[in-house]
Nanobody, 115 residues
Framework: QVQLVESGGGLVQPGGSLRLSCAAS????????GTWYRQAPGKERELVAG???????NYADSVKGRFTISRDNAKNTVYLQMNSLKPEDTAVYYCSVYSSGMTYWGKGTLVTVSS
């Protein structure tokens, strides 16, 4: 089975930037769709950004203009570039990849935005 590994999380000051990566391991497949979610303490999981197999990209209103999602099918990787980070962006970020009729989830990477 495929495994998704997120990386790039950590502690950053408000206004800073981070780039999250979600790389597939253990299998090779084409990415039909990639999505980033996040979950903060006491809150439900929410959609952050997604890219479809058709190339359509959508963002949550709260991150629009600050975050950029991209994918590299050759590397089986989905990225999330996060700029102008705010304390309210603090959460565990999860990637999800849809491929060949299956959905795969990563274990999450923690992003903490604090001064």
């Amino acid at each position: 089975q495929v495994q998704l590994v997120e990386s790039g999380g950590g502690l950053v000051q408000p206004g800073g930037s981070l780039r999250l990566s979600c790389a597939a391991s253990g299998s090779t497949f084409e990415i039909d769709a990639g999505t980033w979610y996040r979950q903060a303490p006491g809150k439900e999981r929410e959609l952050v950004a997604g890219v479809s197999r058709y190339g359509a990209i959508n963002y949550a209103d709260s991150v629009k203009g600050r975050f950029t999602i991209s994918r590299d099918n050759a590397k089986n990787t989905v990225y999330l570039q996060m700029n102008s980070l705010k304390p309210e962006d603090t959460a565990v970020y999860y990637c999800s990849v849809y491929s060949s009729g299956m959905t795969y989830w990563g274990k999450g990477t923690l992003v903490t935005v604090s001064s």
